[in-house]
């Protein structure tokens, strides 16, 4: 993971793959960003929304786990959030159903996100995204 500048600092989170991870990785997201960082709520809103993607359609949410790995520099903050794969395929944008609460996570990330993507990793897939300010 590369940062755009070269005073990032990097963090790593291995969470299991249960619904109050997503908790506590919002409370690990602030402690480690810090509250006074201009992106925070932008960043946590994307991590929140990718790992809860994670834990729907991956095997990450039946037994398994979810990692976060971070770069945090002051004008910049990146993510990767891995997750353990299954049968639903590689992380896309889709169309949200209609009223519903599904399909709409991806399209917060690009819609926050310097840029955005999803990887191959293993079994499964990563999905990372860079906020700037």
Known sequence: MRANTATARLEDLTVPGIDRAVGHVRRWLRDMVGTDHPLLYEFTV????????????????????????????????????????????????????????????LHIVNAYAHDWGVERTGPGFTVWFTLRS
């Open 46 to 105: 994307c991590v929140s929304e990718v790992m809860t993607n994670a834990l729907r359609y991956s095997d990450s949410g039946r037994g398994g786990s979810v990692r976060i790995e971070l770069a945090v520099a002051a004008d910049e903050l990146r993510a990767r959030v891995s997750d353990d794969g299954g049968a639903s395929g590689a992380p896309h944008l889709c169309d949200p159903d209609g009223e519903g609460e599904r399909g709409r996570g």
